[in-house]
């Protein structure tokens, strides 16, 4: 079991000096108003602006080479900026996708004029992706996506309906996952990714709105769209190997833990304030498990930086992170006894009102618990 | 993993294959396994972690720790921590040679009265549940600011154990000890003391992730063997679905306590590390330990199966050296002093920078 090779990483000195760079540049955005912390604000917290300004410091597509617009950064350094943005809670949702995913899957697959045409904008936080996976039909079982994409001259046409699909309203890109040839004996192959800019005269984005009204997803609808061949992210028939890819480096981020961190910072000061921390070891015991859990997603990412492919050990930093978050919930409730209050101007009921809201997305968002565990569980040998 | 610890991990492996399992050998010699302990003293790893010019094999806690994770896979009947973390590096803390053999750790505490008398020290009253203390050549005291060098023979060992049978002995002590076995502390006794904790918590914690693991592997195995409804167990889902979650656990162990090491290592968030480890430990113990018996069924139950060398081990080793509840209320006292805004950079490891003001930018 290659598993037990997970050893932890110390982060090197320079990067701490990062960390203090960035804690300044939050401090500085907090105290001139300029975001609210909230939780889950990579999922909910769309603000172009600010990703701007994370652009400019060059915190966005750090991993990219220069000529990019990138500083060749390494998944540490990345790790670092995330996680302080994620505890700061901080409106992160408008260059995750590009940054976490989209961006990395262009520079491992893309073409050259692709990677001119997209990776700059991506680094200065001005270039915001979507992509489109899910189906009316399709949701764990990705392979049995329908979407179809045509060949024709020069390129190809795509039709097909596409759900869950986050921050498509905003997006200036998205990238979707279709059939090239139909299903055969092989499910994983006739499978491609395709780049289409938007708005689009024949892509028709509906919102669906999250059970608190909010307006995160959509539903795509593609009515023959042309995509030329430029636009082909890699080889037409590669999409499961680069989906699969892309789901397995995106499962281990601090995101799977941090997305309740605000309220737990919150609830403490309120507990302590009251005097009632230490009567009992509940808060510690979620405490331990936070800091336990981020040195082994610490540790994915230095697999990560050694060019490593640790996708069993990313599916395990989601599922206990992800059940975490839900943890970190109820102890708060436990512990504070406040009524979630989304509408409230004091922090702590505001805050348990984003996570209660919030928490059924944890565990579902880039693979369930359930295909998590069985992920885990092939690699032990017993599928 | 560096080239030393995979090294030292193959050999101690290689020798607790060959020594290790023997339970019978263990009954016959009183709880531990003596010819484990001169094959591990034979490959020098007895006194890893004291540095060489005290007769240790030097090393540091990371090192300690890995070996640590490999004799708890083994369920391995020897004082490791004891001697080489604990009594040791007491020793070699004031300076002095550590002798050879297997040596117990205690810190004395208010039933044990260590009082100054003519040409040493007066020690009288009881040291409770000393692990290892019958297999020590010697029993090595903290008191404050003196360590004292005791031969076994000078206390009267009153035999105990642990739930997995390990020994776990009251030692009661009416002895004068010369001078040229009391010896002085060099560092800071309150510093010193601290320190002694965090490694005897640190070292159950290690020993935990190694007892995980192997409980994990064993019913990994047992998944694939037992057949019910025409096929083996472990192609019912909710059969996978446990065995996921058992790794999870496992893994998560594996690293807070490797991670923690590093911390005492370098002295840098020391106490909320071991603390957290050893939080995590004692509750994927917890799970672990049962959902093996659970997929094990009733032949897991027997004293046959090996299963129970680990899982006794687990549930004995979650409640010493400080269990869920002591090592969370630790914690718990860390982020009150903490409050709102030092609760991240106790998280992160790294040094509280207030958040700037308009008037100080
Ligand atoms: C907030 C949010 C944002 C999202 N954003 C995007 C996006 O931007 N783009 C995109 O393409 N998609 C997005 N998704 C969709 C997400 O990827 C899917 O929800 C997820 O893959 C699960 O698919 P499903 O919802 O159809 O559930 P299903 O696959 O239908 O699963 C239903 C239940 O059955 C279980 N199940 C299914 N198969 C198995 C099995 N083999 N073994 C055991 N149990 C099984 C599941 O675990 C689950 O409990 C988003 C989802 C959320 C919640």
Redesign the pocket.
Known sequence: MDLWNLRPVTLPAELETLRRDIRAFLGAELAAGRFTPRCDQW?GGWDASFSRRLGERGWIGMAFPEQYGGRQAGALARFVVTEELLAAGAPVAAHW?ADRQTGPGLLRFGTEEQKHTYLPGIARGERFF?????EPDT???LASVRTRATRVVDGWRLSGT?V???GAHHAQTLVVLARTAAPAADRHAGLGQFIIDLPHPAVQIRPIRLLTGEH??NEVVLDEVFVPDARVLGEPGDGWHQVTHELAMERSGPERILSTFPLLAVATESLAAAGRLGERCALGSVVARLWALRQMSLAVAGRLEAGGVPAVEAAAVKDLGTRFENTVIDCVRMLTQVEPDPGATDELPRMLAEAVLHS??FT????????LR?VIARQLGVR | MNDIIEALDASVRSVCGKYGADDEALRRTDGWNPSLWSALESIGVTTLSVPEEYGGSGGDVVTAVAVLEVLGEYAAAVPFAETALLAGRLLAGCGVQVPPGPLAAIVAGPELQVQPTVGGVQMSGVARRVPWARAAEHLVVLAEDQVILLRRAEGLVAQGTNIAGEPRDDVAFDCTVPAERVYWLRGEPQRVLREQRLRTTLARAALIAGAARRALELTVAYAGEREQFGRPIKKF?AVQQHLAAMAGEVLLTKIAVEAAAVAVDTDSGAEVAVAAAKTVAGQAAGLVASLAHQIHGALGYTEEHPLRHSTTRLWAWRDEAGNEAACSAVLDQHVLAAGKGGLWPLISGAAYVPVPTKESR
């Open positions: 999922l996708i979507a992509v489109g996976l899910s949701g764990s079982d596409k869950w699909t986050s995160h997803f059924p997305g579902l968002r880039g693979g369930t618990n359930e295909i069985g | 889902q």
